[in-house]
Structure formats: C-alpha cells, structure tokens
C-alpha cells in the first residue's frame, strides 16, 4: 500500500541512544526489540530501522522478525537507506537519505515498496514525484543532531509543503506539545527518535506507550 496513513506517526530508530551501555551488539538489537515491540502494541503506524552501520546480514535478519512481529498490526516497518534489505526481509518500503538512491530508479526495481526521502532547508529533489512522502528536518532544535546543526523552523516546513507537493513529515525535535504546529504548517504526521526512548535517555524522552499516546491525542485533537 503506497501512501501512508493519515495524521502519521513515525519512530525512527537508534539503538546507539537507546542502549548506550550495551555490552555486546546483540544486548543492544534486544534492547531495541524491545521498544519496538512496545511501540507496535501501542499503535505506532510506522517504524523506520535506521541502523545503517548494521552488517547486511544482521540487519536483514533483525527488519525480517520485526515484520514478522508488525504482521497482523496497522504498523508498518521500513528500512533506511539499504533497498536491498528492505526487499529481502518483506519491509513495506525503504527510506532513502538526501544523498541516497533515486526514488525513480527504486521504483524500477521496487513498485510496490512505500518509498520516501529525507529533505532539509531549500532542497528540490528531482525525483520527489517519484517519492510517496518526504522527511522534512530538523524543525526544531534536536538531541539525536547535537548543537551544530540548525533548527530550519515551521516556516520553512510550510513553505517546503508548499513547494513540494508531496506529503510531508516533519522530523527533528518534535515533541507532543508541537505537533500541532506541525500540522500547521501541512505536515502530514510526525517523525521522533528522541521521545520514544526511555524517560532519562533524553529531555523529551516519554518510552514507547506514552509517546504514542500523548502524540495520538495531539495528532487527533480536532
């Protein structure tokens, strides 16, 4: 199905900010299991696995239990970046960065496979009409980008929706409190790393069930 739900909610992966005192890489994956099952089971309508310095192997095999686990639920699970694996493991779509593969040659070799892309402040990408919907960040001041990296705002947001003309989602910073912002501005749902961790690993961070649920009531608010 090649659009998605409407009033989105996105979890993006780290497993890095999620488990930073694994031991070992497997204790870290479980970690991240972990939070993903509990995001599922709470309604997350997409997980992006965003752990692209993941042996092929390894990532394949950890996205195919999490589409085995999402079968049956509304949530659907996409790879960033690897087109390969995202085929492999049954994933619903690939995720591409601003530097990535072109949405037109993917759509070559994956038709069906729910594609997006990531774009920030004054970007055009040629292929977008090739895209089914765009991250757009960092909105706001963000953990997951550190100090260096510039918040582009809701004006921008507006005035990228606006120039694109494709479905958005806005991505960086967005806490509960700003998604109605957010759809202000003409997002079409949420992107968050940060608020799906557990409460310490980050300011804004709410754990899986209450970051859907606080972002489920904003995003429904009429």
Request: glycine share 4%; with cysteine; aromatic share 0%.
């Given at each position: 199905?090649?659009?998605?739900?409407?009033?989105s909610l996105h979890l993006?992966?780290?497993?890095q900010r999620l488990a930073p005192d694994a031991r070992t890489p497997a204790q870290a994956l479980l970690a991240l299991e972990s939070q993903i099952d509990e995001a599922i089971a709470a309604g997350v309508d997409v997980v992006q696995?965003?752990?692209?310095?993941?042996?092929?192997?390894?990532?394949w095999a950890f996205v195919a239990r999490l589409v085995a686990r999402a079968g049956g639920s509304a949530t659907r699970v996409i790879v960033n970046d690897r087109l390969d694996v995202a085929l492999a493991a049954g994933a619903a779509g690939v995720h591409l960065p601003a530097a990535g593969l072109a949405a037109?040659?993917?759509r070559v070799l994956a038709a069906d496979l729910l594609?997006?892309?990531s774009i920030h402040v004054g970007d055009m990408p040629a292929d977008r009409a090739a895209c089914d919907y765009l991250y757009f960040g960092t909105v706001f001041p963000s953990e997951s980008k550190g100090p260096g990296r510039p918040a582009a705002g809701v004006?921008?947001?507006?005035?990228?929706?606006?120039?694109?003309?494709?479905?958005?989602?806005?991505?960086g910073g967005v806490?509960?409190?700003?998604?109605?912002?957010?759809?202000?501005?003409?997002?079409?749902g949420i992107a968050a790393i940060s608020a799906f961790l557990p409460p310490g690993r980050a300011h804004d961070a709410l754990g899986p069930r209450q970051a859907v649920a606080e972002f489920r009531a904003r995003l429904q608010a009429p």
């Open positions: 199905m090649r659009s998605l739900p409407p009033l993006v992966t780290s497993r696995v965003r752990e692209r310095d993941l042996d092929a192997r390894v990532l037109d040659r993917v594609v997006g892309r004006v921008a947001l507006a005035d990228t929706v606006a120039r694109v003309a494709r479905p958005v989602v806005a991505i806490t509960p409190e700003r998604v109605t912002s957010c759809l202000d501005a003409g997002a079409v």
